[in-house]
């Protein structure tokens, strides 16, 4: 009998940080928390004295009004009429004699503002300015997604000064790979290698997907509570999800020192509402870069984004094989075994199964009845909910089931990616579609079955140690599928479940 099962997904330290509600910030800025109208200041940060010379015990429960110079408090309120603080951040306030730039965002009902100190000498904004018109000039010129990626990898770090910058591409189990970078001379090279999904768990890529950008200056700077701890008015942890301040897990701090990094930033990619790649912005001290230049970066890779869309262009292929689908779904609805040329070639899939009217077709090259039996009973059992994990409508679509399942290196060589679509919404019907195994050899940044070290004492997992390049073949897995591929198989889905 063939068995397939789940696989449980080890719980790290970092997995049990409170990403949005970690009761501090990191050092290098200052956060309030304020109540509007009355400007009052409820919670803040502990290092206000560093940042703007008054102690935090003196601002508590005080209008913000009575510590700006006449100038800013003229500046605040006229701000706080906007309902699009990008558009007007970063203001300049004066805390009685001492500047900053000030960030300002509305969230859970409350007003954050996130001060972080001037750094004009450092970073002048005008020279950024002209980099990034030339940035975007040069990404014109791309005549392919490599191409582009190249260029904006080294315009980012031409632009940032940091020691490296590498594009760091997702596949679609979030493993990613390094496959465009730029560093100074005599510094290790990281082009090529892959890292494994553990490296950015699925927690923050949760938060990346609505952030720009993430910003590490020092990550040596110890991190600051809150006070007071508890938000008073609603007597819970702050939610901190939005800010740019929100502390570090410790795990990631530890992650990065074992790399000898000091300082981080990243650009996220998103393409098609999906996590495609990020910026990596590597330094090997501290890298202090002002608010303004941060979003001069953020607006080369807003421009990054749209010509990526234009060179890789899934809307293309979509009407190209768009007539396989519309002939597909004629078919099925009098015999899958009419539709299976079409049923293959829309997705270009090895092997399709479908599961209509209680009888199971097999087309191309496929598991054997009794494996794909059991799959379909695990894939529909609604405990389990894989199949309507990512789509509400239920879909499914790995380059390795493996990962997903507990026995499914068993149908590898026919079956490492799947993508599984219900058909009917009262009855269960579906279609799978298969490809088999394709073994490559890839150069992982540390062994990737060793990505987390488990501490035999006390059992916790921390992130691994090593990062030197570990060359091993990687099994289990079949050629990606897709973003245009997966959405044929939608189209057809919603199709027919127009009809079931």
Same mark, same amino acid.
């Given at each position: 009998?063939?068995?397939?099962?789940? *696989?449980?997904?080890?719980?790290?330290?970092?997995?049990?940080?409170?990403?949005?509600?970690?009761?501090?910030?990191?050092?290098?800025?200052?956060?309030?928390?304020?109540?509007?109208?009355?400007?009052?200041?409820?919670?803040?940060?502990?290092?206000?004295?560093?940042?703007?010379?008054?102690?935090?015990?003196?601002?508590?429960?005080?209008?913000?009004?009575?510590?700006?110079?006449?100038?800013?408090? @003229?500046?605040?309120?006229?701000?706080?009429?906007?309902?699009?603080?990008?558009?007007?951040?970063?203001?300049?306030?004066?805390?009685?004699?001492?500047?900053?730039?000030?960030?300002?965002?509305?969230?859970?009902?409350?007003?954050?503002?996130?001060?972080?100190?001037? *750094?004009?000498?450092?970073?002048?904004?005008?020279?950024?300015?002209?980099?990034?018109?030339?940035?975007?000039?040069?990404?014109?010129?791309?005549?392919?997604?490599?191409?582009?990626?190249?260029?904006?990898?080294?315009?980012?770090?031409?632009?940032?000064?940091?020691?490296?910058?590498?594009?760091?591409?997702?596949?679609?189990?979030?493993?990613?790979?390094?496959?465009?970078?730029?560093?100074?001379?005599?510094?290790?090279?990281?082009?090529?290698?892959?890292? =494994?999904?553990?490296?950015?768990?699925?927690?923050?890529?949760?938060?990346?997907?609505?952030?720009?950008?993430?910003?590490?200056?020092?990550?040596?700077?110890?991190?600051?509570?809150?006070? =007071?701890?508890?938000?008073?008015?609603?007597?819970?942890?702050?939610?901190?999800?939005?800010?740019?301040?929100?502390? @570090?897990? =410790?795990?990631?701090?530890?992650?990065?020192?074992?790399?000898?990094?000091?300082?981080?930033?990243?650009?996220?990619?998103?393409?098609?509402?999906?996590?495609?790649?990020?910026?990596?912005?590597?330094?090997?001290?501290?890298?202090?870069?002002?608010?303004?230049?941060?979003?001069?970066?953020?607006?080369?890779?807003?421009?990054?984004?749209?010509?990526?869309?234009?060179?890789?262009?899934?809307?293309?292929?979509?009407?190209?094989?768009?007539?396989?689908?519309?002939?597909?779904?004629?078919?099925?609805?009098?015999?899958?075994?009419?539709?299976?040329?079409?049923?293959?070639?829309? @997705?270009?899939?090895?092997?399709?199964?479908?599961?209509?009217?209680?009888?199971?077709?097999?087309?191309?090259?496929?598991?054997?009845?009794?494996?794909?039996?059991?799959?379909?009973?695990?894939?529909?059992?609604?405990?389990?909910?894989?199949?309507?994990?990512?789509?509400?409508?239920?879909?499914?679509?790995?380059?390795?089931?493996?990962?997903?399942?507990?026995?499914?290196?068993?149908?590898?060589?026919?079956?490492?990616?799947?993508?599984?679509?219900?058909?009917?919404?009262?009855?269960?019907?579906?279609?799978?579609?298969?490809? =088999?195994?394709?073994?490559?050899?890839?150069?992982?940044?540390?062994?990737?079955?060793?990505?987390?070290?488990?501490?035999?004492?006390?059992?916790?997992?921390?992130? *691994?140690?090593?990062?030197?390049?570990?060359?091993?073949?990687?099994?289990?897995?079949?050629?990606?599928?897709?973003?245009?591929?997966?959405?044929?198989?939608?189209?057809?889905?919603?199709?027919?479940?127009?009809?079931?």
């Amino acid at each position: 009998m063939t068995d397939f099962a789940p *696989r449980e997904v080890l719980e790290t330290e970092c997995d049990r940080f409170n990403f949005e509600t970690p009761g501090k910030i990191q050092g290098h800025g200052v956060m309030l928390l304020l109540q509007e109208p009355t400007l009052n200041l409820i919670q803040l940060s502990q290092n206000t004295s560093k940042i703007i010379g008054i102690d935090h015990k003196q601002l508590i429960n005080q209008p913000i009004t009575n510590f700006l110079e006449q100038g800013s408090i @003229v500046t605040l309120q006229r701000a706080l009429k906007s309902t699009n603080f990008s558009m007007i951040n970063p203001l300049r306030l004066n805390f009685k004699g001492k500047e900053v730039d000030a960030i300002l965002l509305r969230s859970d009902g409350f007003l954050f503002i996130e001060l972080e100190e001037v *750094r004009d000498v450092e970073n002048n904004q005008d020279v950024y300015q002209m980099a990034a018109m030339g940035a975007m000039e040069k990404f014109q010129d791309a005549v392919f997604v490599e191409q582009l990626i190249d260029i904006a990898t080294h315009e980012i770090r031409e632009l940032t000064g940091f020691d490296r910058v590498m594009f760091y591409k997702f596949d679609e189990d979030y493993n990613g790979k390094v496959v465009a970078e730029s560093t100074v001379r005599g510094i290790d090279s990281f082009l090529n290698l892959h890292f =494994p999904a553990s490296d950015i768990p699925k927690r923050v890529r949760e938060l990346y997907l609505s952030a720009k950008s993430r910003y590490l200056p020092d990550l040596h700077e110890p991190q600051v509570p809150l006070f =007071p701890e508890i938000n008073p008015v609603t007597r819970k942890p702050s939610n901190l999800a939005s800010t740019i301040l929100r502390a @570090v897990a =410790p795990t990631h701090i530890e992650y990065m020192h074992n790399l000898g990094i000091n300082s981080s930033m990243s650009f996220n990619v998103i393409k098609d509402g999906m996590f495609y790649g990020m910026f990596a912005c590597h330094h090997y001290s501290g890298r202090h870069v002002a608010y303004v230049n941060r979003l001069v970066c953020e607006q080369i890779v807003e421009m990054f984004v749209a010509i990526l869309e234009q060179l890789d262009n899934d809307d293309l292929h979509i009407s190209e094989l768009r007539p396989m689908q519309v002939n597909a779904t004629k078919l099925m609805q009098t015999s899958p075994q009419n539709a299976k040329t079409d049923l293959l070639g829309m @997705v270009n899939a090895d092997g399709v199964a479908v599961f209509k009217d209680d009888k199971l077709h097999l087309f191309g090259y496929t598991p054997n009845e009794q494996e794909v039996q059991a799959l379909i009973g695990l894939i529909s059992n609604p405990s389990h909910n894989i199949l309507y994990q990512k789509d509400a409508e239920g879909m499914l679509a790995t380059n390795r089931l493996s990962s997903l399942l507990n026995g499914a290196e068993r149908i590898k060589s026919a079956a490492s990616g799947v993508i599984a679509v219900p058909i009917s919404k009262v009855k269960n019907e579906y279609i799978l579609w298969f490809r =088999p195994e394709k073994i490559i050899s890839a150069t992982w940044a540390g062994n990737p079955d060793q990505a987390v070290h488990i501490d035999e004492k006390t059992m916790r997992v921390s992130p *691994r140690k090593s990062f030197a390049s570990w060359k091993k073949n990687v099994e289990g897995t079949s050629e990606s599928w897709k973003n245009y591929e997966v959405q044929m198989a939608i189209n057809l889905r919603d199709a027919l479940t127009v009809n079931n």
